[in-house]
């Protein structure tokens, strides 16, 4: 196996399956997951491999994006079966992209620490511009609002209810973005987290502002 043939061929899959997608998830969201995971690997002591093919990989298998989360790990797991990925270095692949996701925020956390650097390489697309641009692109191609005053947050949901669609925008700032900084892994995506949640929160100020007319 040829390490860089492999994320080469990654690069490719991702760009053929995702290349359209226009709900912020796109092949420039993993190619954004892939650096950050990659500088959050170097710092912090990880395999960079193992690392960056679970971060191309890791939204082909979303429920978000697939109609059957099962049949799409099944089908990635065959294909780095082709690639020649070995078998324990494929299973700790698979079991980061399994248990990557938000979903409500009721996940355990990752085993491993190539699975906590992955995770926050992609929380950290979620926050600051990048991530608000990317909040309003998923809430527009879901038909959702971008704001409803007088909505209030939801707590303590389950995987149900936050896959539910029942939010706008600006809500998902409360039930999901804005926790994320105190949810990060790693020290160093803890520094990067910390500046992009200060981003949002001016952004929300001026946001607030602007929709009574004030600004």
């Not at 909040?135 to 389950?158: D, N, V």
């Not at 929160?201 to 502002?209: D, M, P, V």
């Amino acid at each position: 196996m040829d390490p860089s043939n492999v994320l080469k061929e990654a690069e490719l899959l991702v760009q053929r399956e995702l290349g359209k997608d226009s709900s912020g998830h796109d092949s420039w969201h993993i190619y954004r997951v892939v650096r950050t995971a990659k500088l959050i690997a170097e710092q912090e002591g990880a395999d960079s491999f193992v690392c960056q093919l679970a971060a191309w990989l890791h939204d082909l298998a979303d429920d978000k994006l697939v109609e059957n989360e099962q049949t799409a790990m099944n089908g990635l797991k065959e294909w780095l079966k082709e690639q020649g990925v070995g078998e324990e270095t494929a299973e700790h692949v698979l079991d980061i992209i399994a248990n990557l996701s938000f979903k409500g925020g009721n996940r355990p956390p990752m085993r491993t620490l190539e699975g906590k650097v992955v995770q926050d390489a992609d929380r950290l697309d979620a926050l600051g511009a990048v991530g608000i641009a990317r909040t309003f692109a998923y809430s527009g191609a879901k038909g959702r609002s971008m704001h409803e005053p007088g909505r209030k947050p939801r707590i303590g949901m389950s995987e149900e209810e936050y896959r539910s669609g029942n939010d706008t925008a600006i809500l998902h700032f409360y039930e999901k973005l804005l926790l994320l900084k105190e949810r990060m892994n790693t020290s160093y995506a803890r520094d990067l987290a910390e500046k992009r949640h200060r981003f949002m929160e001016r952004f929300l100020e001026q946001f607030y502002a602007e929709w009574e007319g004030e600004r």
